[in-house]
């Protein structure tokens, strides 16, 4: 009987990170050049460890942002570039979600709405679609699934574990019921169970609180997890009970996880709306955790708890700031694709 393929945690070997460069077609447009100093800084992280692959949108983008990265001394050896259309740059949520099994990969492509029809998406919901056609990956199927589900939404641990929170999840399919959902998640993402977040969110979150903002797997059965300790914030209650379930859940041979709480950092306010900024939001790519500061006095706490909860990796700091304008963080743009997807050199 063939071995079922397996969802890898995101600290497994990896043959690259997927990216799209912003441009003055996506919604970063009005703040277009402070948010390409974070992609170049992105970049030039990642390209450090593992190969990057930047999506771009047509000819011009693409000489664009190789001389952009160039100037910034970035081996462009370890940066390949693949034409594309999308409608923004959210990678985690409209990129593949890889399986790896015996006879190769299975690219899980399941529908993308625009974070439950908040924005328009028909091309990011092909985006997955055109990279194949396109001969991005080695050794690989598309799955089309019927089902709404971003890459922010779910987490696991590559044994078997999957975390997620059911606001985000009822939130896309009201029409079910946990047990339901739990058992479709379970059969696409090849899971044995299902673990579910009750409280935790962001405020300035539009994804409906993506467990990728709030609480990640590493290595050892542990959790990193974003904690608030402040009384006379609004997200204290929340954050506090959240670390209660967690403090409370299992491993799957009755043991307590190991908790690595991260600090919070103060309020950022913008144009008077609060922006979601959140350490949890960090990338593993090989050899390092990539981790998003804001110029806010806990990015060192906050890169010290990184660095206890993934020893013998390097923690590399990624100015965010730009980005949690849209809403999102370092996380929410990328996509680690494993080893073995993308061709070597």
């Not at 277009?32 to 949108?57: D, S």
């Not at 899980?108 to 990279?131: N, P, V």
């Amino acid at each position: 009987m063939p071995e079922a393929p397996r969802f890898p945690a995101e600290w497994e070997p990896q043959s690259a990170i997927l990216i799209a460069w912003p441009h003055a077609g996506t919604d970063w447009a009005p703040r277009l050049a402070a948010v390409e100093e974070t992609y170049i800084a992105l970049v030039a992280a990642i390209a450090r460890f593992e190969p990057v692959v930047v999506c771009v949108a047509d000819d011009d983008v693409q000489a664009y942002a190789r001389a952009r990265l160039a100037s910034a001394r970035i081996d462009m050896a370890q940066v390949r570039f693949v034409e594309v259309a999308y409608d923004d740059t959210w990678l985690r949520d409209s990129g593949p979600i890889t399986l790896a099994g015996a006879d190769g990969f299975r690219l899980l492509d399941f529908r993308f709405t625009g974070w439950g029809g908040k924005f328009d998406a028909s091309q990011d919901d092909r985006l997955i679609e055109h990279l194949d056609e396109a001969g991005t990956f080695l050794n690989s199927t598309r799955q089309p699934i019927e089902f709404a589900l971003e890459g922010g939404a779910i987490e696991t641990d590559g044994a078997g574990t999957l975390l997620t929170t059911w606001r985000c999840l009822h939130e896309r399919h009201p029409q079910l019921d946990r047990v339901t959902l739990a058992d479709r998640l379970a059969d696409a993402l090849q899971q044995q169970r299902v673990v579910w977040l009750d409280h935790g969110y962001l405020e300035g979150d539009d994804t409906d609180a993506h467990v990728d903002t709030l609480a990640r797997f590493a290595p050892g059965d542990a959790i990193v997890f974003q904690d608030c300790d402040d009384a006379s914030d609004p997200h204290y209650r929340e954050l506090q009970a959240m670390a209660a379930e967690l403090a409370a859940m299992r491993t799957t041979d009755g043991r307590s996880y190991r908790l690595f709480a991260l600090p919070w950092p103060q309020p950022i306010i913008d144009e008077n709306r609060r922006l979601a900024a959140s350490y949890a939001n960090f990338l593993i790519v090989n050899g390092a955790v990539l981790m998003p500061v804001y110029g806010d006095a806990a990015d060192g706490r906050a890169q010290a708890v990184l660095a206890e909860a993934f020893p013998g990796r390097e923690i590399v700091p990624v100015p965010c700031r730009p980005l949690i304008w849209q809403n999102g963080s370092l996380h929410c743009i990328t996509m680690q694709l494993p080893a073995g997807v993308i061709p070597a050199g």
